[in-house]
């Protein structure tokens, strides 16, 4: 086994250890992103809902 194959094998490595990061880094982002659009979806669905419902059955 030469020398440069050993370098191949732990470049290797490296790589694999670098993409296991960038897919956790996006999970991540995707999570977030999933979080806030939610927010934002509940948020317009109390404002356009729930808000008229409450004021209604105040009022009565």
């Known amino acids: 086994m030469s020398s440069q194959d050993k370098n191949a094998i732990t470049n290797n490595k490296q790589e694999d250890s670098s993409s296991k990061d960038n897919t956790q880094l996006i999970f991540r982002i995707n999570m977030i992103a999933y979080v806030v659009?939610?927010?934002?979806?509940y948020g317009i669905f109390v404002i356009y809902a729930v808000i008229p419902g409450i004021s209604t059955w105040?009022?009565?």
């Open 37 to 41: 659009l939610m927010v934002i979806f």
């Open 58 to 60: 105040l009022s009565n």
